[in-house]
């Protein structure tokens, strides 16, 4: 896993108006032209078709979803987690180094503040307690299964919750809320929330968690390379192609990406290599050991992305 170092202490910031800086135009609503990725410039943004116009965190979608932000990525905050959660936060503050320690006392956090093995306690009066008993863990397991499942529509809907971001493909293309395909979604989506104990909250924690290990395990850095194997490139949405393999695409609101070429290369006939911001990571094999086994695999936050195709 090939993990990317920001600026190095005492180096000098460039301006802010400087061109690989955040300009106006990638906030500019109505900008969905996409320049070529080997022309140096960062306009890309969020077209309108996959964001809304509000979120649950510090940055607009047309922002934190835009090849810019790909290249200069900032924290991503979601909002009030942090405040409402200080005792967590303190708790992990003093476990110390060790990281399985400090998973444990995440675990327990949540356990006790969500009450997940007292469904009764928070007011769960049903006979289906396998719904009230699905918590973050079964979720992204279900996930690892099957992306286009239940568990992997709430997770979708989450990201589309907290960062404003639409997702793209959930079994069939997600173009129109209209359309048939988008009502399929939904209907998942209420599914698997229904009758659970607060799930996009939990996600909220174990997204802010994994910022929170990601920053004290890799102090200092800010992309991850990851890999992707695909069949055929056109099954994704190109927004502008470049040179010697180069394309500039928009991911799915949420993606499994692993951190080995070589076992992306069991999934398709073509490999997508993506310098992913570590801001852009929910969760990664490995964080809680348990819950995602084998692959590598990261759940990453979508966006345009600049990306190099290659053969295996």
Known sequence: MKIEDGPAHGEALLCDKAPAQCRGDDKSAGTETVNSVTGGNDRATLPRRARLPINRCNLPAVVLGSLTYQRHPSPLLLDGVAELHR???????????????????????????????????????????????????????????????????????????????????????????????????????????????????????????????????????????????????????????????RYTILLNNLSSFTCSRERACEFGDYIIAVEVPLTKIFFYCGLLPGVLRGEDEFLVIGGVADVSLSTR
Not at 130 to 144: Q, V
Not at 152 to 170: D, I, M, N, Q, Y
Not at 174 to 195: F, V
């Open 87 to 245: 005792d967590l936060f303190r708790r992990l503050a003093e476990a110390g180094d060790d990281p399985a320690v400090r998973g444990e006392v995440f675990r327990d956090y949540l356990t006790v503040h969500f009450q997940l093995e007292w469904p009764e306690e928070m007011g769960f009066t049903g006979n289906r307690k396998a719904r009230a008993r699905a918590n973050y863990a079964r979720m992204i397991r279900g996930w690892s299964f099957d992306a286009d499942s239940r568990e992997g529509a709430v997770l979708k809907g989450w990201v589309e919750s907290r960062f404003g971001l639409l997702p793209r493909w959930h079994g069939q293309p997600l173009r129109e809320t209209s359309g048939d395909a988008w009502g399929r979604y939904l209907e998942m989506r209420s599914q698997g929330l229904y009758g659970t104990s607060a799930l996009e909250s939990q996600f909220d924690l174990v997204y802010t968690y994994c910022q929170h290990e990601l920053t004290r395990r890799h102090q200092g850095a800010r992309h991850v390379t990851l890999y992707r194997g695909i069949n055929r490139v056109g099954d994704h949405e190109i927004l502008d192609r470049g040179a010697d393999g």
